[in-house]
């Protein structure tokens, strides 16, 4: 299971605009994801999903919450409370993508950017053929 968004704004202010984070438990695909993204020119970065911080995502009302009182590790909580929905995928892969490009760059126009998509399809196609 793949869900690509921006939950909190919290990755970019860690990584920049060029630098797309990604979260999974599943050592084997991140592993095989980064050598996509090499081959693809198309740079991803792993984020842990640090389980002390999981706590912080529990409810004082409700069983979970997706906006815990510790200012901060936001991207980390935001990809926390996913995965608690995503618990039966046998693989779960959140990108925290900012998807912009803030100025223009010799190979990039200003706007939208396709970031980890082609590092995506080509982990795809090659675990599952195109």
């Known amino acids: 299971m793949v869900d690509m968004a921006t939950l909190t704004g919290a990755a970019r202010v860690a990584l920049g605009p060029d630098l797309p984070p990604f979260y999974t438990h599943d050592d084997e695909v991140a592993a095989a994801l980064a050598g996509h993204a090499r081959s ?52 779960h892969l959140h990108f925290d993508v900012y998807a912009w490009t ?17 590092a995506l399809f080509s982990l795809i196609g090659d675990r599952y053929g195109t």
Not at 103 to 113: D, E, F, K, V
């Open 102 to 118: 803030p100025q223009s760059l010799p190979h990039a126009p200003r706007g939208g950017a396709a970031q980890a998509i082609r």
């Open 40 to 91: 693809q020119a198309d740079p991803v970065w792993r984020m842990p999903l640090w389980p002390r911080y999981d706590k912080w995502i529990n409810g004082k009302v409700g069983d979970i919450s997706n906006a815990p009182e510790k200012p901060m590790a936001g991207s980390i909580t935001a990809a926390l409370f996913l995965s608690r929905f995503v618990e039966k995928a046998h693989t």
